[in-house]
């Protein structure tokens, strides 16, 4: 029985690393997921399960940008090392908005708005923001092609625009794309620094989540822990070529094929559980 509940969170995994990375959005797929691959694990368990997964996810990050995020590293003179301080001081200010609403709503999120309903309209809302955003960005100027340059302006209007992302569906990652793109960024540094802020917040979030889990005096078993532990080594694998494959799309392409695919997956989700519902 284990191997196949081994199994399963291998295959969470791999959904996590690819989608927590894509503005896809990484609930939508879990949602659906959920209703053809459930772990044999407690309702408490699960939940904290999908969420501190992303940690592994997370890690994919410093080790692609190792150098261009470690202010200590001897190859950086002193004005290389100031950049990459002042860069993760510009990451610090776009999450601050995440942050501090993240704490205050994220037991009413969790309770109002994680629903298919909500993460379906969230899909198609954003898929067709991604491709109306696409359609006029040429009347943008790209004033920012180095993630270096971004100022701390930019950063604090791409962090709020972050806060989009507290609504299940709506993607992370695709809402401070869509912040940076209308804030004159361009889609690499966008896309570049959209995985830094995640460092902080998913660390942040899922932090919280086992917090709150000790809290009310829930426990794991060993085999529970061992599974979390597989979903997270696939998570990072799997995330390390999401990253390095997004990285390179977007150097050729624009993000409407991401609006499509969250149109699609959208409609997908709702007509599911509609005639789920029916019959």
Avoid at 151 to 180: C, M, N
Avoid at 186 to 204: D, L, N, T
Avoid at 225 to 252: E, H, N, Q, T, W
Wanted: overall charge positive; hydrophobic content about 55%; glycine content about 6%.
């Amino acid at each position: 029985m284990f191997i196949l509940e081994m199994l399963k969170a291998i295959l969470i995994g791999i959904v996590e690393g690819v989608t927590e990375w894509l503005p896809i959005s990484s609930t939508g797929h879990m949602i659906l997921l959920d209703e053809f691959i459930r772990l044999d694990v407690s309702k408490e368990f699960k939940e904290l399960f999908l969420m501190v997964i992303q940690l592994g996810a997370i890690f994919a990050v410093p080790t692609l940008f190792f150098e261009k995020l470690n202010p200590f590293s001897a190859r950086k003179n002193e004005a290389e090392k100031q950049n990459t301080w002042n860069l993760w001081l510009k990451v610090l200010v776009g999450v601050a908005p995440a942050a501090v609403f993240g704490i205050l709503l994220d037991d009413l999120c969790d309770k109002y708005l994680h629903n298919y309903v909500v993460v379906s309209i969230a899909l198609i809302v954003y898929g067709i923001a991604f491709i109306l955003i696409e359609k006029y960005s040429s009347k943008i100027s790209r004033r920012v092609e180095r993630v270096e340059d971004l100022s701390y302006q930019d950063a604090l209007k791409i962090g709020a625009f972050q806060l989009l992302s507290l609504v299940p569906g709506t993607s992370r990652s695709g809402s401070t794309i869509i912040g940076g793109l209308l804030t004159g960024v361009s889609r690499e540094v966008s896309a570049e620094f959209s995985f830094f802020m995640a460092i902080p917040i998913m660390i942040g979030i899922s932090g919280l989540k086992i917090l709150k889990f000790i809290i009310k005096g829930f426990t794991a078993t060993l085999a529970e822990i061992a599974l979390l532990l597989i979903g997270m080594a696939v998570a990072f694998a799997v995330s390390y070529f999401a990253i390095k494959f997004l990285i390179d799309f977007v150097k050729r392409h624009d993000f409407k094929p991401f609006g499509i695919y969250r149109i699609c997956l959208g409609v997908v989700v709702v007509s599911y559980f509609v005639i789920k519902t029916l019959v």
